[in-house]
């Protein structure tokens, strides 16, 4: 009698007891996730400056004094014209015109201008008409221009803001169904024209000019001595921002092995 | 009458909320997020008015080293101001060797430092690693003279932090 008392006390117990559990898993949800930071920090590797500040061993290891097979691959970067050259000679200089796109504070309203070097004046708040401070400049966009700085390149897009180009690797402005183009990726991923409106007509970015290139370049002289490098050559006054940019650019194309150098004014 | 003696006890007894499922998914959570934190930990703390740019890389900051951050008004080594931002312009173009004594004593004083580590054996060998958070806004030639100032005291190992480009 008492066994069958006891059976029965224990048969209603099934499940443990997990409201504590849960009530630490309510508080901490919400504290991990609210302390979880989204917006991520990476890094990006560098070398020295060229000719500066190698005064240590390690610095001169890596540059051998034979330079028979080298490529020297540079890319120089001033206000207005980016350029690709190395020991073999210049490409066509790109020239760009910058395009600044502001989020303002206040009423997160975006906002993209054209910005002039000459008169380098901050754009008006299109409402209250404050001029906008410099931490509110999101992006900035160079978009590829004619000599004389009037015309702006346009060429086509993929929804997935990858440049289109053809088989050697010229950017495309007008594409017909049947069409074999290329997007912009690495490697460079080909399709067959099926719809042309799927492809949108947008400025050239100067960035994507400049991949589209140094891939080029990469498939070319695959075997040079140091066909991993490539040296960013600045003018002073050159924002950060772009030097960035160019980087990833170079990057993408598999160049990973960076450094930078300074234009003599 | 066997059917009936089955059905009885269930009845009776008292149905709980079914919690199982959710335990699940809040057990997942919470360990995601646990684990997030342990690989990002804040290696590099973001310092006021800094806005790092935007690029596509994924690499990671791994340890904690040298920092230097360059916002508009001042150079900081490791969150402390050493040098105002202007006296590193004011550097003249011409230098061939442009760097700020100020900012060099204070980057020799840190090699020092991770020298006499070496020596007690609590590293392996001198990194020379830092990581250099600029403003995305800063010319270039600034960043060009910090970059001097760095490799005279023997810091050639070098790195950019940037924002991870959402996309």
Do not use: W
């Amino acid at each position: 009698m008492a066994l069958k008392n006891f059976k029965k006390a224990t048969a209603t117990v099934k499940d443990l007891d997990l409201t504590p559990f849960m009530c630490l898993m309510v508080v901490l949800v919400p504290i991990l996730l609210l302390q979880a930071e989204f917006a991520q920090i990476a890094i990006i590797d560098i070398n020295l400056p060229e000719g500066r500040g190698s005064q240590t061993k390690q610095t001169v290891k890596q540059r051998p004094k034979e330079e028979e097979n080298k490529l020297l691959l540079t890319a120089i970067i001033t206000d207005s014209v980016l350029t690709l050259g190395a020991k073999g000679g210049f490409l066509p200089s790109l020239f760009y015109q910058e395009f600044h796109k502001y989020i303002t504070k206040d009423d997160g309203k975006e906002l993209t201008v054209k910005y002039d070097p000459k008169n380098p004046e901050p754009p008006k708040h299109p409402v209250t008409g404050r001029p906008l401070e410099i931490y509110e400049r999101y992006d900035i966009y160079l978009y590829s221009c004619d000599q004389d700085y009037e015309e702006i390149n346009k060429c086509l897009y993929t929804k997935y803001g990858e440049m289109l180009t053809d088989v050697d690797g010229v950017p495309v402005q007008k594409v017909e169904p049947g069409d074999t183009v290329y997007a912009l990726s690495n490697p460079r991923r080909m399709s067959v024209v099926r719809d042309p409106s799927e492809f949108q007509l947008q400025p050239m970015s100067v960035y994507d000019e400049l991949k589209n290139r140094l891939m080029k370049v990469k498939e070319r002289f695959k075997d040079a001595d140091d066909a991993e490098n490539i040296i960013i050559a600045a003018e002073n006054e050159v924002l950060y921002d772009k030097i960035v940019q160019i980087m990833d650019a170079a990057r993408q194309a598999e160049f990973p092995n960076i450094s930078i150098a300074k234009l003599r004014g | 009458m066997a059917k009936k003696r089955g059905r009885a006890p269930k009845k009776n007894r008292r149905e709980g909320l079914q919690i199982t499922s959710m335990m699940d998914m809040f057990t997942i959570l919470v360990v995601f997020l646990l684990k997030q934190f342990a690989a990002e930990g804040a290696i590099l703390t973001n310092a006021d008015n800094l806005v790092l740019p935007n690029s596509v890389s994924k690499k990671k900051p791994k340890e904690v080293n040298l920092q230097i951050a360059v916002t508009h008004d001042m150079v900081l080594v490791d969150n402390l101001p050493v040098v105002p931002t202007e006296d590193i312009r004011n550097i003249p173009h011409d230098n061939p060797d442009p760097s700020n004594p100020k900012l060099e004593e204070r980057l020799r004083s840190h090699y020092a430092q991770e020298e006499e580590m070496v020596r007690l054996g609590a590293l392996n060998e001198v990194e020379g690693k830092v990581i250099v958070q600029v403003d995305k806004n800063m010319d270039f030639d600034v960043l060009y003279k910090i970059m001097n100032t760095c490799g005279k005291v023997g810091y050639n190992n070098m790195n950019f932090a940037v924002m991870e480009r959402e996309s």
